[in-house]
């Protein structure tokens, strides 16, 4: 016999389901009921930096638009600095970082307006290039999948950035990559999630 | 507050795969290759921070959350609770907690479910909380019915309530759903089924709790969840490499 090691273990993941906006998002299930609903404005009126807007589809393996996925986005500020007791440095007043998006029931389109993050730290001193962290549930998925979502217009960054590079595989690096736009003089960026098949989006076991 | 350290690995053969050929929606949703394992940085360890400014006392209350005054969604009056805790058996305090289900007939306020089970008026089937200085939290609602779905053209789901939980990192977000002991249901269930372990599945029923029921009120179940733990800086981890 050995001693036993007294852990616990995680509590096992379930889908979210197809009802998810309830719990989630209310009001996209046709029903107001909280005072405020959480996760919609991440930069907050205060946030420096650049702002910018951010759209996308999540595909399934037979390549139809999923209409049913909540998605949250995690960031830093223009400068790299978590809005998080443990990260050293102050963000805006209102700056949360967090947002909580749904794809559109009809289209599957989802997006959401934040700033353009700045270079965090990285790991053993090597600076990150700009990144959102982002999670997706659904219907259909077992466990939420993490993705990061990174700027095509941030080509030397992505080049030197730790993470995309353990990705062995060159061309997967770029289902992580989002494409610039102009639309009507504000910036764009298009970043569509391929569950599965051609052009599978990398996903993280973080 | 402790130097930054990273969670420890999750167990990937405790969840759910990604692919299971009986929970069908997942057979087109399910990446085929491998996931990339990253050792985390600041991304991953830091997370979204919520406050009681971000809910209200009532949010917790699903019997009169979406009730007309003076009145009380329909069904078998129950409280949920428990603690969130870490695999280091830590608590978690302060970290916000969300639920959604379907009413005492099965049916849930949302656009797209169209089970003939009717609405109740008085329910709308949400509520959030934040867990105080101990990681413990409560709700009050209905037992949930419950319903068909389009699986198997007989499948029914067990009773259950959606719980969302955040952490105090990205890397600890976690979504999964509570059972009720003694449900015959759980055992033919697909999506219970996704998980591997039956060790694994039986952490998600959630205990009959007669000491903490009110007499005369509502029956009560224990539901404790746990988040992934967090590694001792038992060495410098160089995560800021400086």
Redesign the interface.
């Known amino acids: 016999m050995v001693q036993k090691l007294d852990y616990l273990k995680e509590t096992p993941s379930q889908t979210a389901g197809p009802y998810v906006h309830i719990g989630l998002a209310p009001g996209a299930a046709g029903f107001d009921i909280y005072e405020r609903e959480l996760g919609r404005d991440i930069a907050g009126p205060n946030a420096k930096g650049e702002r910018i807007r951010i759209e996308g589809l999540v595909i399934d393996g037979t390549g139809s638009p999923v209409k049913d996925v909540m998605l949250e986005a995690w960031q830093a500020n223009a400068e790299g600095i978590y809005p998080h007791p443990e990260q050293a440095g102050e963000t805006e007043e209102g700056f949360k970082g967090w947002g909580r998006v749904i794809t559109d029931f009809d289209t599957g389109e989802w997006g959401f307006d934040t700033i353009k993050p700045g270079r965090a730290m990285g790991r053993n001193g090597h600076l990150m290039a700009p990144h959102i962290s982002l999670w997706i549930v659904a219907r259909g998925i077992n466990v939420g999948l993490n993705t990061r979502l990174y700027f095509d217009d941030e080509a030397e960054a992505n080049a030197t950035d730790p993470v995309l590079n353990v990705i062995e595989w060159e061309n997967r690096r770029a289902t992580l990559i989002a494409k610039r736009e102009m639309r009507d003089g504000a910036p764009v960026y298009r970043f569509d999630i391929t569950l599965q098949g051609d052009n599978e989006t990398v996903f993280f076991d973080i | 507050?402790s130097?930054?350290a990273e969670f420890?690995q999750?167990?990937?053969e405790?969840?759910?795969?990604?692919f299971?050929q009986d929970?069908?929606?997942?057979?087109?949703?399910?990446?085929?290759?491998a996931?990339?394992?990253?050792?985390?940085?600041?991304?991953?360890?830091?997370?979204?921070?919520?406050g009681h400014g971000?809910v209200?006392e009532m949010?917790r209350d699903l019997l009169h959350?979406?009730a007309k005054p003076g009145e009380c969604a329909i069904g078998e009056r129950i409280i949920v609770h428990g603690r969130v805790?870490?695999?280091?058996?830590r608590p978690v305090p302060n970290t916000?907690v969300?639920?959604?289900q379907a009413n005492a007939g099965g049916r849930?306020?949302?656009?797209?479910?169209a089970y003939l089970a009717p609405i109740d008026p008085n329910f709308?089937?949400?509520g959030?909380t934040i867990t105080d200085e101990n990681g413990y939290y409560y709700f009050r609602s209905v037992k949930p019915g419950a319903y068909p779905w389009r699986n198997w053209v007989n499948n029914w789901r067990p009773a259950h309530i959606?719980v969302?939980v955040f952490g105090t990192a990205?890397?600890q977000?976690?979504?999964?759903?509570l059972y009720f002991e003694g449900d015959p249901l759980i055992a033919k269930c697909p999506?219970?089924n996704?998980?591997p372990d039956q060790?694994?599945?039986g952490?998600?029923i959630a205990a009959l709790d007669m000491n903490a029921s009110v007499p005369l009120d509502s029956i009560a179940y224990k539901f404790d969840?746990?988040?992934?733990?967090r590694r001792s800086t038992l060495f410098e981890n160089?995560?800021?490499?400086?």
Not at chain 2, 23 to 33: F, G, I, M
Not at chain 2, 108 to 113: F, G, L, M, Q, W
Not at chain 2, 225 to 229: D, F, K
Not at chain 2, 238 to 242: A, F, L, S
């Open positions: 507050m130097k930054p420890f999750r167990d990937r405790w969840h759910p795969p990604a299971s929970y069908k929606t997942s057979v087109a949703r399910s990446p085929q290759n996931l990339i394992s990253l050792e985390q940085t600041v991304s991953e360890i830091t997370g979204p921070r919520f971000d209200t949010d959350n979406y805790l870490d695999e280091n058996a916000l969300e639920i959604w849930y306020r949302h656009k797209k479910d709308g089937g949400c959030r959606h969302s990205f890397a977000r976690l979504i999964t759903q999506i219970v996704t998980i060790a694994a599945r952490q998600l969840i746990v988040l992934r733990g160089r995560m800021e490499g400086n």
